[in-house]
């Protein structure tokens, strides 16, 4: 689905130049699910614009499906326009018709719970709320593919566990293939089929595993906590080298 191949990113050329990533190579099967975990500055925001087809690499090959769908950790709302018309407004830009859309928009509404906020503007919404809003946005693309940068890292703990359990049933529903970047590994190990983590910069491919874990799965069970427990070490012996 996905199949990142060698591939770097170099910002700048000399003696400047930073490589933000390093010969990463990752293969993304149809419907799963994949966190990336990673320090800060180790290249996973480069590494999804990347795939989004936003910035090419210096080197390598990425083939991903049909205009994989991109969100981030702020939604980026229209202030100006109601919660209808800011999903809606993918659908509009690509011309599908009236009845069409507004069919769409609230079938969308409604699969993140949002119907009777329709006509609400983003200020009148929680932080919780604006991302459901973003996230219904993001699916009004009907890309097979979502690319999530940090999208629930501004969020609550417990607003972003309600939206764990969404977005799962989400991804089922539709049998979407996410990546899904994180630096919070209980988040990672909540969510992934596989966790990913890359080294600090430049960001090459340092560990990746299975999460065996069967769903339905709770942040705070002991099987998670244990799996978070193991790559925070991982994590920390790399920071560790990388300082060294
Ligand atoms: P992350 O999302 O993991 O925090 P980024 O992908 O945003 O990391 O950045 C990786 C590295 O590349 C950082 O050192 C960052 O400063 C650098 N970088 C990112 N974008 C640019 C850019 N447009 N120009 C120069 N350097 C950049
Ligand atoms: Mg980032």
Same mark, same amino acid.
């Given at each position: 689905?996905?199949? %990142?191949?060698? +591939?770097?990113?170099?910002?700048?050329?000399?003696?400047?130049?930073?490589?933000?990533?390093?010969?990463?190579?990752?293969?993304?099967?149809?419907?799963?699910?994949?966190?990336?975990?990673?320090?800060?500055?180790?290249?996973?925001?480069?590494?999804?614009?990347? %795939?989004?087809?936003?910035?090419?690499?210096?080197?390598?090959? %990425? #083939?991903?499906?049909?205009?994989?769908?991109?969100?981030?950790?702020?939604?980026?709302?229209?202030?100006?326009?109601? +919660?209808?018309?800011?999903?809606?407004?993918?659908?509009?830009?690509?011309?599908?018709?009236?009845?069409?859309?507004?069919?769409?928009?609230?079938?969308?509404?409604? #699969? +993140?719970?949002?119907?009777?906020?329709?006509?609400?503007?983003?200020?009148?919404?929680?932080?919780?709320?604006?991302?459901?809003?973003?996230?219904?946005?993001?699916?009004?693309?009907?890309?097979?593919?979502?690319?999530?940068?940090?999208?629930?890292?501004?969020?609550?703990?417990?607003?972003?566990?309600?939206?764990?359990?969404?977005?799962?049933? %989400?991804?089922?529903?539709?049998?979407?293939?996410?990546?899904?970047?994180?630096?919070?590994?209980?988040?990672?190990?909540?969510?992934?089929?596989?966790?990913?983590?890359?080294?600090?910069?430049?960001?090459?491919?340092?560990?990746?595993?299975?999460?065996?874990?069967?769903?339905?799965?709770?942040?705070?069970?002991?099987?998670?906590?244990?799996?978070?427990?193991?790559?925070?070490?991982?994590?920390?012996?790399?920071?560790?080298?990388?300082?060294?």
């Amino acid at each position: 689905m996905i199949s %990142i191949r060698n +591939v770097s990113r170099t910002y700048g050329h000399g003696p400047g130049a930073v490589t933000a990533l390093d010969r990463l190579s990752l293969e993304i099967e149809p419907g799963e699910f994949v966190c990336v975990v990673g320090a800060s500055g180790c290249g996973k925001s480069t590494l999804l614009s990347l %795939i989004a087809g936003l910035d090419t690499p210096t080197g390598g090959e %990425i #083939t991903a499906g049909r205009n994989p769908a991109l969100m981030f950790q702020e939604p980026a709302l229209f202030p100006w326009l109601t +919660v209808e018309k800011n999903v809606g407004l993918p659908l509009k830009l690509r011309k599908v018709p009236r009845a069409e859309r507004e069919a769409k928009v609230a079938e969308l509404l409604a #699969t +993140v719970n949002l119907l009777e906020f329709a006509r609400k503007r983003p200020h009148e919404l929680s932080g919780g709320m604006r991302q459901r809003v973003a996230l219904a946005r993001t699916l009004a693309l009907d890309s097979p593919v979502l690319l999530m940068d940090e999208p629930f890292g501004a969020l609550d703990a417990m607003t972003r566990d309600l939206l764990h359990d969404e977005l799962e049933r %989400i991804v089922q529903q539709r049998g979407l293939t996410v990546l899904f970047v994180t630096h919070n590994v209980r988040e990672a190990a909540r969510l992934g089929d596989r966790i990913v983590l890359l080294s600090s910069r430049p960001g090459r491919l340092k560990w990746q595993g299975r999460v065996d874990i069967p769903r339905p799965r709770r942040i705070d069970s002991p099987e998670v906590s244990s799996l978070a427990a193991e790559i925070t070490d991982r994590l920390r012996d790399e920071v560790a080298s990388h300082a060294r």
